[in-house]
């Protein structure tokens, strides 16, 4: 057998595969693996052992497997297949998949000229550092230092790299020096598709925590609300009667108290004014 013809033996073979396992499973999910360093992508796939199957196979293999599968609506994925795609099969739902992965990303230290996603920041207080070279490129940065027991202390908080900057050799060097690592990388989801449903799902992003700080503004934000429109709850009516106790105390007081006169009857300021006359 000629290499040409065993290159096309292994070729269909792993068509054959992936119509099998576009037909059985539950999910397919395009990601991005670009910059992902060899010994990471291997880490993120032992990881996800027993809850995904990683392929990274040529493109064309994975546009004539779509294609031969005999789904018509899966053939939508191919619009989003790029370089430095893999594919994942799994019986999970899209959505879990996704945040699986979120969970698999590691963090990695800054390099120059990289953007940052973020304002990074050094935070106060006392390091390994000594004085030398670095008091000279951490006032370049204008971070405010002093010198205690012969190590530099960080005087107060200082953000080195801005939302949306590209982070400079300086800051990269002094985040390394702090073991500081703003970015994280791993598999980023592209495209999934519901073989189940007929579903394609797109951007399909999952922050677990910026969801949960969403959550925490809208809970705080919920009882001012709740008392604003008078909703009666058990966590809201003991605030609706104090409130309206408040209001029954403002109005007694715009409205003039009776008085009782000599003759035991009740009279108000008017009628004294003018029994005056």
């Not at 394609?200 to 919920?222: C, H, P, Q, V, W």
């Not at 605030?239 to 009776?258: Q, S």
Request: net charge positive.
């Amino acid at each position: 057998m000629t290499i040409k013809k065993s290159i096309n033996v292994l070729k269909e073979k792993i068509k054959i595969e992936l119509e099998e396992l576009i037909k059985n499973k539950k999910t397919i999910l395009i990601v991005s693996i670009k910059n992902i360093p060899s010994s990471q992508y291997q880490e993120i796939v032992k990881k996800l052992r027993g809850k995904a199957i990683v392929k990274v196979p040529k493109k064309n293999i994975i546009f004539r497997a779509l294609d031969s599968s005999g789904n018509e609506a899966v053939k939508k994925l191919k619009n989003h297949i790029k370089e430095s795609t893999a594919i994942l099969f799994s019986d999970m739902d899209a959505f879990e998949l996704a945040e699986e992965l979120a969970s698999k990303k590691s963090l990695v230290k800054a390099k120059a000229g990289q953007e940052s996603l973020k304002d990074i920041e050094v935070q106060e207080g006392p390091t390994d550092l000594v004085p030398g070279p670095a008091i000279t490129e951490l006032g370049t940065l204008g971070i405010q230092i002093k010198i205690e027991k012969g190590k530099i202390h960080i005087k107060e908080p200082k953000i080195i790299v801005r939302k949306g900057e590209k982070v400079s050799a300086v800051a990269a060097d002094i985040m390394n020096k702090f073991n500081i690592k703003p970015f994280s990388i791993g598999f980023i989801p592209l495209a999934a598709f519901d073989t189940k449903e007929g579903k394609l799902y797109l951007d399909i992003k999952i922050d677990k925590e910026s969801t949960l700080d969403n959550f925490r503004t809208a809970f705080g934000k919920a009882l001012g609300f709740a008392l604003e429109i008078g909703y009666i709850s058990k966590d809201t009516i003991r605030f609706l009667i104090r409130k309206a106790a408040a209001h029954e105390k403002a109005l007694e007081n715009l409205v003039p108290k009776e008085k009782i006169n000599e003759h035991g009857k009740t009279q108000n300021p008017k009628e004294n004014s003018e029994e005056n006359k």
